[in-house]
């Protein structure tokens, strides 16, 4: 279809194509080069489209291309933990000692498996640093996260686990489930429903994967010359530091890099959520308990973030809306991905909105691009698509 002169892939059910309006702005607008949409409604995609490019080259986008999401990978691994918590295997109020003992260390016993999903367990970054290369060395990260002192007293603030997220819950997982955090979730997730998304993977996909275009960091770099270089912040940053390019190596890739390092496209991302969006049941394949979908909304945290220095409202395992950050509704959760892609799931509506690209952009709290795909499924949910 060719929607203001984008050549779009894909279907859009009537009623919802405002959506693919939006969606071919981006492109209009010269901000996307490759990017993929999807919206779910009661638990089936009514929009899934694709267009562009997914490298520099003009190798095109194609209905099976995935891409490196960053931090929106953080929405599978607290599906995985919300089901070891539906199961009994975690339990949010216990200490990740319980279940790790190592992790009990220079003063992080009273650290609670709630604080990791929430980004108040202390540990926003690795201290000593470490390079790309050891992302890919599981034992070496959580050695290093359960050894260090926390840099504020866990469960008195907030700041973004940026990457240490991934290895705090999938080290949780592992202990409770005796499974990788990558094979949990191509067992109990990705496989059962079907979802074409990885968190590692072989050789047999890298033909498929899309390039990721860095970002012009250069005015976060000038911001962040501001910020004392002994706050959480700067710490953070500096305690791992990537370019985006990454995720073109086969080691990045086979790596289960559960906060940031993962593959997929806006229609394998809206198939998972679209089972939390119903309450944890898509298409007869269970996750979770309805309860426990209803605990993501418990609010963990809602303050000024340390390192996102900027007021972030955390649930369990989810972002939940703030002024900063308006939802549609509060029965809605979301989290999104470094240079871009972002997830909302709406329990009210029982609707998904998911943007994946491929352009990145530099803002670390998201940009208009999917933001905009998102507000036209809210205006084409209020004319009464999908009645």
Known sequence: MNVDGLEISGTIEPGWEPVATAFAANFANATELGASACITHHGRPVVDIWAGDRAPDGTPWVEDTIVNVYSTTKTMTATCALMCIDRGLLDPRATVATYWPEFAANDKENVTVAHCMSHQAGVPGWDPAIDA???????????????????F????????HLVSQGYLLGELIRRVDGRSLGTFFREEVAEPLGADFHIGFGPEHD?????????????????????????????????CSIDATEPRTREWRA????????????RSVGRVHSALACGGTVDGVTLMSPETVESILEVQTDRTDLVMMTPLRHGLGFGLGTDAMPMPNERCFYWGGWGGSIAVVDLENEL????????????????????????????????????
Do not use: K
């Open 133 to 151: 290369a050891t992302l890919y060395d599981w034992d070496r990260c959580v050695a290093i996260l359960a050894a260090m002192e926390p840099w």
């Open 207 to 239: 033909h498929r994967c899309g390039e990721l275009v860095p970002p012009d960091m250069s005015s976060l770099a000038g911001s962040m010359g501001a910020v004392a270089p002994d706050s959480v912040a700067a710490r953070a940053f500096a305690s």
């Open 255 to 266: 790596a289960e890099i559960g906060a940031a390092g993962e593959f997929g496209n806006a």
């Open 153 to 160: 007293e866990p469960g008195t603030a907030s700041a973004y």
């Open 352 to 387: 998904t909105a998911t943007y994946v690209m491929n352009h990145m952009e530099a803002d670390l709290l998201g940009d208009l691009r999917g933001g905009q795909v998102v507000l036209s499924a809210y205006g084409a949910l209020m004319s009464g698509a999908g009645a």
